[in-house]
DNA sequence: TGGTCGGCTGGAAGCGCTCCCAGTTTCTGC
DNA sequence: GCAGAAACTGGGAGCGCTTCCAGCCGACCA
């Protein structure tokens, strides 16, 4: 009801028409290109100006074969497993190095089969120029689709059985053989371990960095027992764990979240923490300082883990062969060791 | 190095020439088309499957109109302002009904002055085709964008100054008065609260409910201190407020961050929660399972507010005309009252 | 003064798909 | 067995932009 008119926005041909110049010419204004005199040249930019003219992002793409986008694509078999703050975080990253380019960012939650098929359409219709792809766990088909894709893919993470070309990671082991150290250095001797998903990259380095660093200490290296990386799984597996070992001292348990779990089924069968059993994590997700008592975790640069996957990826984009890069990781000592 | 040819995704004309038929014919099939005889349309099915055809998502946008994206946009002046995992899950929520659509899910971190160019870019060249947009506050300038954008718009959260036309919001006031009567019910009778950011909908509907609640109770409404959701702005604001009115018996705080905080300044005072004072938070974020004593707090449907949000921009863009909808919020009660 | 060179310039051919339209075929009902 | 309707069919014109290319023109050198 208003006077607005539904003007549809202004092409090409319009700017150069209203610039006097044929449409080769603005389009060589539009995009900075040589070979166009400095009058008109002005003509057009002022014509731009006037109509309002911004290129049809579509038009462009067809006709560059580029689609402008990137996208970052969470694999998993849970649909709500993205609810994780890591991935924000991770998202945060990417954002900050993608907002200083044209590059738009897609988001694809290949949680379903359906979900990855659409990942899959996604590629094959060139709707974006590259992936970051996240999460892979065990024979996710997802790898082998990513590695005969057309375009550039940077893996977070390695997924297990499979090297990928281009990857951004975490030193989980070396992280994991730390928090463990931080444990024997503390004259803990019957310390186990709560894993997480042994059939992720992360969970599985992280055992083994536990085991390494048992292994160097001449310590028992095989109290373990799963906790798929879930809270309540970190709960069960404490107590299966006290079952088990009733005399254990420490256990590094591959999660914050399943070490909140933990912590609380020990409170409950009385045992003090750090007093009669050290506990260290790892993430350091925000809540893990204010466990009772707080946790001393291993940090991982979650931001940095983003944003050198976004590095990483516009440097394959630009034709780039980059190294791939492991992220070091780093103790927080806090209150439960 | 492998016999692998670089081929080319296969186009629209050479599934027709192959199925032997005219390419309108073709692109009837694949678009689910009437008006093609059963012999045709097995042969382009045919052709399709030997090719391995995908159409070209970019070339049909362009011939269409239509994206086929729509962009789930983030404003705020702070870029980390994402990280809190109160986001992850409304895009888990979008997702989940996104699913089940072709439509791709961009994301747009409105966070700089650049971010924000870069959205109403993405707008004006019809990249998208409809925006979900959240945490205006203030007098945030996309909201004037978000009005005369020539997409549909559905907001998550209500901006101050200013009620949209769609919008999906918590019943953030309702949950506010909620928390605060369950304190009057307590038998509290000096209540304060500490305030999220009163520049926000969501700060200032908190702040509401607060107030109806007290002056319906006939108590003084008037302790209130400002913490702008942030963890250490909820401590300073609970130091300020115990200074004020040491007498005070309990809080209504609205974030469990900012609870987190002010939690931490109580026990340093040596404050019994909830024996000397009662504390209600606001929101249900997982660390308040944890807190010190455990939290109890308001918990808004957040995954659910995703999906309506998406479920709103849909039937926008199928032409219907939604009502705004307000979801309920809920009492958790834990140990803090 | 003639010849060259190199930077302008605009025409035109796509990029891959949709969809209108006019022409052809095949069915109906009588 | 025939008119008229209904269903198919393929040609072609776009969607808005990039980019190749051939033609120009003025400048510069000998």
Redesign the interface.
């Given at each position: 009801m208003t006077t607005?008119t539904?003007r549809r926005?202004p092409t090409l041909d319009e700017v150069a028409e209203r610039a006097g110049v044929s449409r080769s010419a603005a389009s060589r204004v539009i995009n900075n290109a040589p070979h166009v005199s400095r009058a008109k040249r002005e003509a057009v930019r002022r014509a731009v100006d006037d109509l309002g003219y911004?290129?049809?992002?579509?038009?462009r793409?067809?006709a560059t074969q580029q689609?402008?986008?990137v996208v970052l694509a969470i694999s998993g078999d849970d649909?709500?497993m993205?609810?994780?703050?890591f991935?924000?975080?991770v998202?945060?990253g990417v954002?900050?190095v993608l907002?200083e380019t044209e590059l738009?960012?897609?988001?694809?939650?290949a949680t379903?089969s359906?979900?990855q098929a659409?990942l899959e359409?996604?590629l094959?219709?060139?709707?974006a120029d590259g992936v970051m792809l996240m999460s892979l766990h065990g024979d996710d088909p997802l790898a082998t689709l990513a590695a005969?894709a057309?375009v550039p893919v940077v893996f977070g993470g390695r997924p297990l059985n499979f090297e990928p070309p281009y990857y951004v990671d975490a030193d989980n082991r070396g992280g994991a053989r730390l928090a463990t150290e931080h444990l024997v250095k503390a004259g803990r001797r019957r310390i186990a371990t709560i894993t997480g998903r042994l059939d992720e990259g992360a969970g599985m380095a992280r055992l083994q960095g536990f085991q390494d660093a048992l292994a160097v200490a001449g310590l028992d290296n095989t109290l373990i027992e799963n906790g798929e990386f879930r809270e309540d799984g970190g709960a069960t597996a404490m107590t299966r764990l006290l079952d088990e070992a009733p005399d254990l001292d420490a256990v590094f348990i591959a999660s914050d979240q399943m070490a909140?779990g933990a912590l609380r089924v020990l409170a409950r069968a009385g045992r003090d923490v750090p007093g009669d059993v050290s506990i260290v994590g790892f993430n350091d997700i925000?809540?893990a300082r204010?466990?009772?008592p707080p946790l001393t975790t291993v940090n991982q640069p979650i931001h940095a883990l983003g944003r050198e996957m976004a590095r990483m990826l516009l440097a394959l984009m630009s034709g780039d062969q980059p190294s791939p890069l492991i992220l070091p990781t780093q103790l927080v000592i806090r209150s439960s060791v």
């Open positions: 607005e539904p926005q911004v290129p049809n992002a579509t038009a793409a067809l689609a402008g986008s649909p709500a993205f609810a994780d703050p991935f924000a975080e998202v945060v954002n900050s907002e738009e960012l897609m988001l694809s939650l379903s359906r979900g659409r359409q996604l094959r219709t060139r709707q005969n057309s909140i925000t809540s204010h466990t009772d």
